[in-house]
């Protein structure tokens, strides 16, 4: 996927614009949007420099027909303006939304995306020995307490007992009748 195609998804997807679900790269018939919002019937394209020439523009205006013919409003961005200002795609995309009934006009700002590196992820602990220290002051070591190799055996596993109970204190000798 290329970067500005990347961009708008990061703001679009999992319900982060206007709280809405995008898919990417979605068949549609014969062609396959961008980006589509079946509930707003809203298609989303995002065209690098090719769609300027005079072939590709004919070819787009045939696919625009087919997608608005399915009763999709389709809109067009440009790479470079998605690149350059994505705020103002993101207002133009809320219109638009605003126009097919998707979204209410007075409804609240539109959210601003994650940083990335995903929601609420936390940056890993730094590797210090400072760290370490601390860290291991709060974990309690394996050997310490119930479980295997600890518990009532001061010397930890080494000291746990290996042996088996003897056979005859598992199964006793069944009773003949005659022991009273």
């Given at each position: 996927?290329?970067?500005p195609?990347?961009?708008?998804?990061?703001?679009?997807?999992?319900?982060?614009?206007?709280?809405?679900?995008?898919?990417r790269?979605?068949?549609?018939?014969?062609?396959?949007?961008?980006?589509?919002c079946?509930?707003?019937?809203?298609?989303?394209?995002?065209d690098?420099?090719s769609?300027?020439?005079?072939p590709q523009?004919?070819h787009?205006?045939?696919?625009?027909?087919?997608?608005e013919?399915?009763?999709?409003?389709?809109?067009r961005?440009?790479?470079?303006?998605i690149?350059?200002?994505?705020?103002?795609v993101?207002?133009?995309?809320r219109?638009?939304?605003i126009?097919?009934?998707?979204v209410a006009?007075?409804?609240?700002?539109l959210?601003?995306?994650p940083p990335?590196?995903?929601?609420?992820?936390?940056?890993?602990?730094?590797?210090?020995?400072?760290?370490?220290e601390?860290?291991?002051?709060?974990?309690?070591?394996?050997?310490e307490?119930?479980?295997?190799?600890g518990?009532?055996?001061?010397?930890?596993?080494?000291?746990?007992?290996?042996t088996?109970p003897?056979r005859?204190a598992?199964?006793?000798?069944a009773s003949?009748?005659?022991?009273?």
């Amino acid at each position: 996927m290329p970067e500005p195609e990347r961009r708008l998804w990061r703001a679009l997807r999992g319900h982060r614009f206007a709280g809405l679900s995008f898919r990417r790269q979605q068949p549609i018939g014969p062609y396959i949007a961008d980006f589509v919002c079946f509930s707003a019937k809203l298609v989303i394209e995002a065209d690098g420099d090719s769609h300027g020439h005079e072939p590709q523009r004919r070819h787009d205006a045939v696919r625009a027909r087919f997608l608005e013919a399915a009763g999709f409003r389709v809109v067009r961005f440009w790479n470079a303006e998605i690149m350059t200002g994505l705020d103002g795609v993101l207002e133009r995309l809320r219109g638009e939304l605003i126009a097919a009934g998707a979204v209410a006009a007075d409804g609240p700002p539109l959210p601003v995306p994650p940083p990335r590196g995903g929601r609420g992820r936390q940056p890993p602990l730094a590797k210090t020995a400072a760290t370490n220290e601390t860290l291991s002051s709060c974990v309690p070591s394996p050997l310490e307490g119930e479980g295997q190799g600890g518990g009532d055996y001061p010397g930890g596993r080494d000291q746990t007992p290996r042996t088996k109970p003897d056979r005859a204190a598992r199964h006793p000798p069944a009773s003949n009748g005659t022991d009273r």
